[in-house]
């Protein structure tokens, strides 16, 4: 279906629609500039997850991708959660099949894994279980894992290498990763330094350890806002997702945000995030479709870690 529309019309028309549903609007750091300006709440896998939690609105258009909005729905299933474009997906999410992570914990059954979950999977991986993290609480998380049972990280080994070397906590990984954030090389961030030697680095954990290594600062999207409001430094290397710097030009207008290049491009985009679109925003509002369901056994299972993820995080 397509539509006509200007893209003055469309966001006069996504907002009178939000009205009529009684819908919020939450966006993710990495949605295009028109997605977070008409956003209600734009931030991070953490904040969007307690944002979903505590909203009165009967319907939540989720821009982001597609576990965020799953994730929404698990918290709240009362609602009703629609998405842009449910073919949002993760690569994150696409190295961990539920089928391989339950056989591996099948065969692993003596080791009484204790699971540490990234968001960036799929309910059934969540159901799977022991507790869910993000970015931006991961160190918290695994500091309050039990002493007594092996960790296993799944299933990004980045972030997960990350976090081991934050708490000193031994962990075995899931072999997966963002296909955005491996794109950045050692030589394509030491290239953007050399060009400008003055400026502080800021990294998501999703990088490389050769990558992080270079960074002054390694934080989830949302800490990233605060990093560069505090920093006294006037020009920032923002090495993550191209879209976050629209977020960071917007709370920080007054200093010189460089995105992190790769070797084969200037900024890094992550396609899934990209497919979201103000014309698709205001179809799903039209449409309440896409709409996430789920099963309730798998959505009972995994809301189970992910509450627990959200008290540890209070
Ligand atoms: P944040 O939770 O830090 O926003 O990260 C989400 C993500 O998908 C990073 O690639
Ligand atoms: Fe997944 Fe990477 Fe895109 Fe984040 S940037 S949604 S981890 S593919």
């Given at each position: 279906?397509?539509?006509?529309?200007?893209?003055?019309?469309?966001?006069?028309?996504?907002?009178?629609?939000?009205?009529?549903?009684?819908?919020?609007?939450?966006?993710?750091?990495?949605?295009?500039?028109?997605?977070?300006?008409?956003?209600?709440?734009?931030?991070?896998?953490?904040?969007?997850?307690?944002?979903?939690?505590?909203?009165?609105?009967?319907?939540?258009?989720?821009?982001?991708?597609?576990?965020?909005?799953?994730?929404?729905?698990?918290?709240?299933?009362?609602?009703?959660?629609?998405l842009p474009d449910?073919?949002?997906?993760?690569?994150?999410?696409?190295?961990?099949?539920?089928?391989?992570?339950?056989?591996?914990?099948?065969q692993n059954k003596e080791k009484n894994y204790y699971v540490i979950t990234y968001i960036n999977s799929s309910a059934a991986?969540?159901?799977?279980?022991?507790?869910?993290?993000?970015?931006?609480?991961?160190?918290?998380?695994?500091?309050?894992?039990?002493?007594?049972?092996?960790?296993?990280?799944v299933p990004d080994q980045n972030l997960g290498a990350w976090v081991s070397q934050q708490t000193g906590r031994e962990m075995d990984f899931w072999n997966g990763n963002c296909y955005v954030h491996v794109e950045f090389t050692?030589?394509?961030?030491?290239?953007?330094?050399?060009?400008?030697?003055?400026?502080?680095?800021?990294?998501h954990p999703e990088c490389t350890t050769a990558v992080r290594l270079l960074a002054d600062v390694v934080c989830s999207t949302e800490k990233m806002v605060d990093f560069c409001k505090e920093t006294e430094s006037q020009n920032i290397i923002v090495v993550t997702e191209a879209n976050m710097l629209h977020r960071l030009r917007r709370e920080v207008p007054d200093k010189n945000l460089i995105p992190g290049p790769t070797d084969n491009c200037a900024c890094a985009e992550?396609?899934?995030?990209?497919?979201?679109?103000?014309?698709?925003?205001?179809?799903?509002?039209?449409?309440?479709?896409?709409q996430v369901q789920l099963d309730e056994t798998t959505r009972e299972r995994a809301k189970a870690p992910i509450m627990k993820m959200l008290e540890l995080s209070k």
């Amino acid at each position: 279906m397509t539509t006509t529309l200007s893209s003055t019309d469309l966001r006069a028309d996504i907002l009178a629609l939000k009205k009529e549903r009684n819908a919020v609007i939450l966006a993710h750091n990495y949605q295009i500039a028109e997605i977070q300006e008409i956003a209600d709440y734009v931030g991070d896998s953490l904040g969007l997850a307690f944002r979903a939690q505590e909203t009165d609105a009967d319907v939540i258009a989720f821009c982001g991708v597609h576990f965020m909005a799953e994730t929404a729905k698990m918290i709240n299933p009362e609602k009703t959660v629609v998405l842009p474009d449910a073919n949002a997906g993760c690569s994150l999410e696409d190295s961990c099949p539920a089928e391989d992570l339950g056989a591996f914990l099948e065969q692993n059954k003596e080791k009484n894994y204790y699971v540490i979950t990234y968001i960036n999977s799929s309910a059934a991986v969540k159901a799977l279980s022991d507790v869910i993290c993000t970015s931006g609480n991961a160190v918290r998380i695994v500091e309050a894992a039990p002493e007594d049972r092996p960790i296993l990280f799944v299933p990004d080994q980045n972030l997960g290498a990350w976090v081991s070397q934050q708490t000193g906590r031994e962990m075995d990984f899931w072999n997966g990763n963002c296909y955005v954030h491996v794109e950045f090389t050692r030589d394509s961030i030491q290239r953007i330094k050399d060009e400008h030697p003055d400026a502080v680095t800021v990294a998501h954990p999703e990088c490389t350890t050769a990558v992080r290594l270079l960074a002054d600062v390694v934080c989830s999207t949302e800490k990233m806002v605060d990093f560069c409001k505090e920093t006294e430094s006037q020009n920032i290397i923002v090495v993550t997702e191209a879209n976050m710097l629209h977020r960071l030009r917007r709370e920080v207008p007054d200093k010189n945000l460089i995105p992190g290049p790769t070797d084969n491009c200037a900024c890094a985009e992550c396609r899934y995030m990209m497919m979201n679109t103000m014309e698709k925003l205001y179809l799903c509002l039209r449409d309440l479709s896409p709409q996430v369901q789920l099963d309730e056994t798998t959505r009972e299972r995994a809301k189970a870690p992910i509450m627990k993820m959200l008290e540890l995080s209070k």
